[in-house]
């Protein structure tokens, strides 16, 4: 999932700034979640959204799955 975020990053002159990241937890099986300038970001698939959907905060998700992207801000 990585190479693919940042693939699809470069092709649209997007470079990748990890410093930004921050409590970055990694979900095996469902993704990833991290802070950016003090937001909550989840990338993954259908499992990571349920997880950040009981979180009660307002938050970026970003939904992978074979078919399409999905971002949704809650």
């Given at each position: 999932?990585?190479?693919?975020?940042?693939?699809?990053?470069?092709?649209?002159?997007?470079?990748?700034?990890?410093?930004?990241?921050?409590?970055?937890?990694?979900?095996p099986?469902?993704g990833?979640?991290?802070?950016?300038?003090?937001?909550?970001?989840?990338?993954?698939?259908?499992k990571?959204?349920?997880?950040?959907?009981?979180?009660?905060?307002?938050?970026?998700?970003?939904?992978?799955?074979?078919?399409?992207?999905?971002?949704?801000?809650?």
């Open positions: 999932m990585a190479a693919a975020l940042v693939d699809y990053g470069k092709m649209h002159s997007i470079e990748p700034q990890p410093e930004k990241v921050e409590e970055f937890q990694n979900f099986g469902e990833i979640q991290g802070k950016i300038e003090g937001k909550d970001i989840y990338i993954g698939n259908r990571i959204a349920h997880r950040a959907s009981g979180t009660g905060k307002s938050l970026y998700i970003l939904v992978i799955n074979c078919y399409h992207w999905a971002f949704k801000v809650f």
